[in-house]
């Protein structure tokens, strides 16, 4: 009884540490691997307790899981509460072009070394400097708008 046990035990957590795998952390980390040892070190104990004919059954058996298992993890919809649903629809500066013009003048609001945030018009802004280091509470200007980008420098 104690060998049944031991074997199912093993193929049983291989398994689920496959589906942890496959669906909290992905790629090939050590959670899988760790999976597929444990099951086949399982598998390797049904051949070596039980026989080949038992242990060619359980390889059967324990695909067959496996593959009702993963079927199921993703058709129950139970992992959609660990996924994210929303979308960012926005883009970085969107705008900028039409409130914005060279020479424009504003004010640093967090360190800039060389990207930060800054206020224009009463609006923030992600600024990007020419490599300097620019302290909150400095008075700076636009000197290029880029589609992306909002170059600017001390005053």
């Given at each position: 009884?104690?060998?049944?046990?031991?074997?199912?035990?093993?193929?049983?957590?291989?398994?689920?540490?496959?589906?942890?795998?496959?669906?909290?952390?992905?790629?090939t980390?050590?959670?899988?691997?760790?999976?597929?040892?444990?099951?086949?070190?399982?598998?390797?104990?049904?051949?070596?307790?039980?026989?080949?004919?038992?242990?060619?059954?359980?390889?059967?058996?324990?695909?067959?899981?496996?593959?009702?298992?993963?079927?199921?993890?993703f058709?129950?919809?139970?992992?959609?509460?660990?996924?994210?649903?929303?979308?960012?629809?926005?883009?970085?500066?969107?705008?900028?072009?039409?409130?914005?013009?060279?020479?424009?003048?504003?004010m640093?609001?967090?360190?800039?070394?060389?990207?930060?945030?800054?206020?224009?018009?009463?609006?923030?802004?992600?600024?990007?400097?020419?490599?300097?280091?620019?302290?909150?509470?400095?008075?700076?200007?636009?000197?290029?708008?880029?589609?992306?980008?909002?170059?600017?420098?001390?005053?």
């Amino acid at each position: 009884m104690a060998e049944w046990t031991t074997v199912i035990s093993l193929v049983v957590l291989g398994l689920f540490l496959i589906l942890l795998e496959l669906l909290f952390v992905p790629g090939t980390t050590v959670v899988g691997i760790l999976g597929f040892v444990a099951s086949l070190f399982g598998i390797y104990l049904s051949f070596s307790y039980f026989g080949s004919s038992t242990g060619w059954l359980f390889v059967l058996g324990s695909s067959v899981f496996f593959a009702v298992s993963l079927y199921f993890s993703f058709k129950s919809k139970t992992w959609e509460r660990f996924s994210l649903k929303s979308a960012i629809k926005s883009k970085v500066n969107e705008g900028l072009i039409n409130e914005l013009k060279i020479n424009d003048e504003g004010m640093a609001i967090s360190t800039i070394k060389p990207i930060g945030k800054a206020e224009f018009k009463e609006k923030e802004y992600e600024v990007k400097s020419l490599g300097n280091y620019i302290e909150p509470g400095t008075k700076i200007k636009i000197i290029k708008i880029d589609i992306n980008n909002i170059i600017i420098e001390p005053i």
